[in-house]
């Protein structure tokens, strides 16, 4: 079992920057692809941002594409998201996930969720 706990989130204005991070206890990451999501108020969860088990392959939405960077520190057991030039329609929870398989981007191929953080960007 894999627990996960995410951390960094807040209260920024539009411009702003958050570094969210997902600590994990149980058993290590380093073996596990990686992946961020997000659901806002009314709407379905939606994939963000995905880093292999090595963390030499990414994947982001397009919409954060160039704002958003992930990365993870395997020795730590922990991965982050970077998230700068913050908009509005990034204000939602955000989740962090652990898959077994590789480089997954849809929500039922992640084995491990955390309980999220509350990011709200204000305009």
């Known amino acids: 079992q894999v627990q996960l706990v995410e951390s960094g989130g807040g209260l920024v204005q539009a411009g702003g920057s958050l570094r969210l991070s997902c600590a994990a206890s149980?058993?290590?990451?380093?073996?596990?692809?990686m992946g961020w999501f997000r659901q806002a108020p009314g709407k379905e969860r939606e994939f963000v941002a995905v880093i292999s088990w090595r963390g030499g392959s990414t994947y982001y939405l397009d919409s954060v594409k160039g704002r958003f960077t992930i990365s993870r520190d395997n020795a730590k057991n922990t991965v982050y998201l970077q998230m700068n030039s913050l908009k509005p329609e990034d204000t939602a929870v955000y989740y962090c996930a652990a898959a077994s398989g590789s480089y997954a981007t849809r929500s039922y191929e992640y084995d491990y969720w955390g309980q999220g953080t509350q990011v709200t960007v204000s305009s």
């Open positions: 149980g058993r290590t990451i380093s073996t596990y692809t």
